[in-house]
Every structure is written in C-alpha cells, then in structure tokens.
C-alpha cells in the first residue's frame, strides 16, 4: 500500500515538474514573439508630462544660448570634466545639488533665466528644477530633447565623452 502511494506521488511530481517546464517554455517563446514595448523615454510630443517649469524647444534654447542671456546648467550626474557639455554651461547635480549650487552662487541670482539640460527626458531634470523652484528661483525651464536633441542638432559642445 505504501508503495502504491509512493509511486503515485512520483508520478504526479514528474507531472508537475513537465507542467512547470512546459509553463516556462510557453512564456518565453509568448515573451519573444511580444508586440513592440512603450519606448522607455518620454516624449513630451506622445505624452503630456507634468513637469514643474516649461519645457523649452530646441530652436528657442538655440536662440536664447546665442543672445547669451540665458545660463545653461547641466543637471548630468557625474564628472563635468570627463564629458561634452553646451559650452558656457555649468553643472548643478541632484545628488550634489547644495554644494553644486554653493560653487556657483557669486555669479548666479534667482532672478537669472536659467535653461536645464540632461539627457534626453526631462523627468531627472525636473529634480533640479524643483529645487531651484524651492530656493526663490523665477526664470527656470528645460531643454526638450536634452543634450542629445541640442548634439543632434549640431549644437556647439564643449569638451568630448571620455571614457577611463
């Protein structure tokens, strides 16, 4: 009697194993076959983005960076040194933004119309706007596309992507 059941308990494992084998299968080959996913930037074109200042186009920011009214702060994470950048430009990271901002605060006033740039989509960018916003500052937008829309169009750039 005991060896009938064991039997039958081996012989439901060996099922339940082929059923998790078979599963695992089946959802890998539905994984490849998939749709196209959501492209993981977004564009403000497709989607309406609440972000907490106004996006500024690519042949405006053009044309304010060439009246020179306007600062440009890169909000990129990482070495400023080590990477292209809009010429001019200086750099104020979320992670560092205090002491970013400490460095730069004798020549920048809360009056002063400041363009941000990152990569391309402009939601890490909005952490820097925000706390801009929070210290008192008026005049503050980002550049839509980033720095990859202002390269693409040819744009000027300072310094080049280094790699160690």
């Known amino acids: 009697m005991a060896l009938l059941n064991r039997d039958r308990w081996e012989q439901a494992s060996r099922q339940a194993w082929r059923l998790v084998v078979l599963s695992v299968a089946a959802g890998l080959v539905l994984w490849a076959l998939r749709p196209d996913r959501l492209p ?3 564009d403000p074109d497709v989607y309406a983005l609440d ?5 500024v186009s690519l042949p405006e920011a053009r044309a304010l960076y060439e009246e020179g009214r306007h600062l440009f702060v890169d909000t990129r994470p990482g070495d400023p040194d080590r990477r292209a950048a809009i010429p001019g ?3 104020i990271a979320a992670a560092t933004f205090a002491d970013d901002l400490a460095a730069v605060m004798d020549f920048i006033y809360p009056e002063d ?10 939601l890490p960018v909005a952490t820097v706007a925000v706390r801009f916003l929070e210290r008192g500052y008026t005049d503050v937008r980002i550049l839509q596309g980033g720095l990859r829309a202002w390269r693409q169009a040819g744009g000027p750039l300072s310094g080049e992507d280094r790699d160690e």
């Open 40 to 42: 993981i930037l977004a």
């Open 51 to 55: 972000l907490p200042v106004p996006l």
């Open 89 to 91: 430009s200086f750099a």
């Open 113 to 122: 119309p400041l363009i941000l740039y990152g990569e391309a989509t402009p």
